[in-house]
């Protein structure tokens, strides 16, 4: 639908706002509002409509609803003040108040099927997820392992990088001797998750494994033994935990292929897949060669939203780690964020990406709800929760951050990234002045990865505050290593703290290290 207003047209199928022709940039949770606003204009919106509407029933404060709000009505060239089109009611809720033309919009010609080419990013590997085997003997046991894999199966369609097959398809091979290779030919399928369970009593054993279905190899697998103490929530443990798993398993399986393939047939998701191994690695060379593989993909596809995605992330992780200056990524790393939520505004990695730019670019409020926003769409996306726990350390929560670290560690004990939660995880004790466990959290954040800058830095300004000169200095002397124009003024000027003792804090560790 198109509603017109004023000078304005709000375009629901093409997600904008234009006002006398020209378009007006809005983030995707303003959009969501205003939109939500434009289309229950008969009625006044209470505050509970909103969250339950925009923040899908997640706590949000007075402050965060308020900021929406403004930032709707400064789009329409409205202010709290005037309220010519979006009006405050008190103690009631908010009304679009304008006089709206409600129009169909125009419906494009459909292509002709036999002629139609699917984009080159549209060639992303598909997976099925065969009914798990019922190994208990028990023919009632049946339903636990179809539970656990239609779990698993709703778990990876949340995960936009590649196709999953349905259910009613993939669970035709139930009891039935078929090998994988047949299976995937049938579905057209490089991937296929199979596994087992086996009940005894109160406890449950089930395994998983993860097949390439071109080669017959396992790819990964795991088993776990559990208590039923509680069916359903031992159920969703499972499900994470093989969900969180796989999806770095394909990656790097995809990653693997695309480096057989001659440089001159590469796509773009092959360069997709090859830049993402180049930004797991956390180099500042890596960096660079991801940045260029990702602006290769989207010259293929510009409308690539899992692409513009990982160009926009590693834009501001570079920011973050002083590989590269805020004031000349924000701008693209912004306008790539954006046009991926433009894309698929229910890509879990694209509001990541939007959540991103917003850290770095100290909009915590709104950071923190774009990253909230990636977990509802997809539980098991580590990096979102990860990213979760940096921007609540920045903004002052250093318990909720903590948590929220150890969720990601717990979630993908496997995850390229799991050094930086660990490194987060050390800031936030660090935080909380625990510098003893930030310490520890630090060493572990640099066993996985030895050129981690923020964890050299965690481990620098704690052994700073412990007194511990022979620690202080060898951290200080690798982080000058792993970014060697760091200094003081890079730090009070460059990171996005919401609280002035929380820089200064983090700056005296540093004093004390014997930076200058």
């Known amino acids: 639908m198109r509603f017109s207003f004023e000078n304005n047209v709000l375009d629901a ?15 995707p949770q303003v959009f969501d509002l205003l939109l939500y606003l434009v289309a229950q204009r008969a009625r006044v919106v209470s505050k509970d409509d909103l969250i339950s509407q925009i923040w899908s029933d997640r706590i949000v404060s007075d402050s965060a609803l308020n900021s ?115 299976i995937a030919e049938e579905l057209g399928v490089r991937y296929i998750v199979e596994g087992s369970v086996r009940k005894a009593d109160n406890r449950v054993r089930i395994t998983a494994q993860l097949n ?5 190899s396992h790819l990964w697998a795991e088993r776990y033994d559990r208590d039923l103490v509680d069916v359903f929530a031992v ?33 773009a998701w092959d360069l997709l897949m090859r830049a993402l191994s180049h930004y797991w690695r956390v180099t500042r060379q890596d960096h660079e060669i991801a940045k260029a593989l990702l602006e290769r993909a989207i010259a293929i596809d510009p409308n690539y939203g899992q692409a513009l995605s990982v160009l926009a992330v590693n834009h501001m992780f570079g920011v973050h780690l002083g590989w590269t200056e805020l004031a000349a990524a924000a701008p693209a790393a912004e306008a790539a964020a954006l046009a991926a939520v433009r894309c698929d505004h229910e890509d879990a990695w694209a509001h990541a990406a939007l959540g991103s730019v917003y850290f770095s670019t100290r909009r915590l409020a709104d950071a923190l709800s774009e990253f ?28 909720e951050s903590f948590a929220a670290a150890q969720r990601a560690i717990r979630l993908s004990p496997r995850d390229p990234s799991l050094g930086i939660y660990y ?52 951290a200080l002397g690798e982080l000058r290593r792993t970014q060697p124009g760091i ?28 930076l200058r």
């Open 423 to 474: 490194g987060i995880a050390g800031y936030a004790r660090f935080t909380e002045r625990q510098y003893d466990e930030a310490i520890a959290l630090a060493r572990e954040a640099i066993r996985h990865r030895g050129d981690l800058t923020g964890a050299y830095r965690v481990l620098a300004v704690s052994a700073g505050m412990t007194g511990d000169g022979a620690l202080a200095e060898m």
């Open 212 to 216: 390439d279905a071109t080669t017959g």
């Open 68 to 182: 929406r709000i403004n930032a709707a009505r400064k789009a329409l060239g409205d202010d709290g003040a005037t309220q010519r089109l979006i009006k405050t009611i008190p103690r009631k809720g908010f009304r679009f108040v304008a006089d709206v033309r409600e129009e169909a919009a125009a419906s494009p010609v459909p292509a002709e099927p036999a002629t139609v080419r699917p984009r080159a990013a549209a060639d992303r590997p598909a997976i099925a997820v065969l009914a798990f085997e019922n190994m208990s003997g028990d023919p009632a046991q049946d339903y636990f392992g179809d539970g656990i894999s239609e779990d698993i199966l709703t778990a990876l369609s949340r995960q936009r990088w590649f196709m999953v097959i349905a259910r009613n398809s993939s669970f035709t091979y139930k009891g039935r001797p078929v090998h994988i290779r047949q």
């Open 13 to 27: 199928d093409l997600r904008e706002l234009t006002c006398a022709g020209v378009a007006v940039p809005l983030q």
């Open 372 to 399: 909230e926003q990636a977990l509802a769409l997809n539980p098991n996306f580590s990096l979102a929760q990860g990213y979760c726990a940096l921007v609540l350390s920045y903004a002052g929560r250093p318990k």
């Open 487 to 514: 200094s003081l003024h890079w730090i009070a000027t460059q990171l996005p703290w919401a609280s002035d003792a929380d820089r200064e804090h983090y700056l005296e560790g540093f004093r004390r290290a014997g």
């Open 235 to 267: 159920q969703d443990e499972i499900t994470n935990a093989i969900a969180a798993a796989i999806e770095p398993q394909i990656h790097a399986a995809e990653n693997f292929r695309s480096h057989r393939k001659p440089p001159a047939s590469l796509d």
